[in-house]
Structure formats: C-alpha cells, structure tokens
C-alpha cells in the first residue's frame, strides 16, 4: 500500500507541470522556451488517512535516478519526451492515536516512470510562475510552479496536495529540473 501510494505521490509532482488548454496570447516566456534535458526530480512526499481513530501518515523524500528525457517549451506549450526516472529509497509510516505516536514501520520504496512522451499547454504569470488550466491528467482543477532559471539550469518548484484513493491525502512539494540544450 505504502509503495502504491508514494508512487502516485511522486506522479503527481511530475504531473503537475503539465495540462491541455492553448492560451490565446503569445506569453513572456522568462527564457523557457528552448530544448532542456531533463535532470533529475527532489520530492517531499506525505500521504495521511484516519480510519477508526488511527492516523496513518507516510513520508517519503527523494531524488530520482536513471534519469531520461527531454522538455521542448514553445511559447505556448511544453513537450515531454522519453521522459523517464526511478526512485529507490525508503518511506516511513508514523501511526498516530490522537496525537500520540503509536509506532513507525519504514520499507524500501522502489518505484519507475517508463519513457512518457506529452504536449501540454502553458501560461507564464508574471515573471516567474507557470500556470497550467485543468492540471493535466491529474485529477483536479489548474496547477503550476514558481521557476528559476540560472546559468542553464531551469528549477521548477512544485507544492501542491489533492485526496487520493480510499480517502488519503496526498502532499508534495518538490523540484524538478532541467538542463539547458
């Protein structure tokens, strides 16, 4: 269950970044638009449940390896390809009754996003924050990010939480990044 949950945590903090409505104008872009390969992914996750008065909270912080990919941001859109990672590290269970810890299990956490290609459109709000309608295949309304771009290193700084299956809760915040081609 842990591993099933963390998974779709971590999904949810690559999916983020993406959606499926054009804006109608040419944005400033911030100097996104251009080919970047991507990097890697650091993710704080949390997942939290009460059922009967226990609260099951789940932790999991990482950085992903195997690393693949690419990001093509045109003025309006963004393309994903080949984009592709694998976790493996721990997460760790608190279990709560009331607000008394009444024990902690970590396991191994193992998880991999297989090459994934996507074009998705985009709008730059101010100078550093992208907006994405709809959130993209993740269930929800809009979402986005605050983005940096230093020398030729993109940083997109993701947060964001939504209920998950069987009445979960799900957090992340993390950051994704990329490299200028």
């Known amino acids: ?3 099933k949950l963390s998974l779709l945590t971590c999904l949810v903090a690559l ?3 993406v959606s499926c409505k054009k804006s109608s104008s040419p944005p400033n872009t911030g100097g996104l638009v251009g080919n970047w390969k ?3 992914i650091k993710a704080n996750t949390t997942a939290s449940i009460t059922v ?6 789940t932790v999991a912080n990482y950085t992903t390896q195997n690393n693949a990919g690419t990001a093509t941001f045109t003025t309006d859109s963004l393309a994903l390809k080949g984009l592709a990672y694998s976790i493996n590290t721990t997460a760790t269970a608190y279990q ?3 607000t008394t810890l ?3 299990t970590t396991v191994p956490f193992t998880a991999s996003l297989p090459a994934t290609n996507e074009t998705v459109a985009y709008k730059v709000i101010g100078s550093d924050s992208l907006y994405f309608p709809g ?3 993740v269930p929800g309304s809009g979402s986005g990010g605050r983005f940096t771009i230093k020398s030729d290193t993109l940083n997109i700084a993701i947060s964001g939480s939504q209920p998950g299956p069987g009445g979960v809760t799900e957090v992340v915040t993390g950051n994704i990044y990329f490299l200028k081609q």
């Open 1 to 3: 269950m842990y591993r």
């Open 135 to 137: 959130g993209g295949p």
């Open 38 to 40: 991507f990097i890697y």
């Open 96 to 98: 709560y009754q009331g």
């Open 102 to 104: 009444i024990g902690s």
């Open 15 to 17: 999916l983020t970044i």
């Open 52 to 57: 009967s008065g226990i609260t099951n909270v």
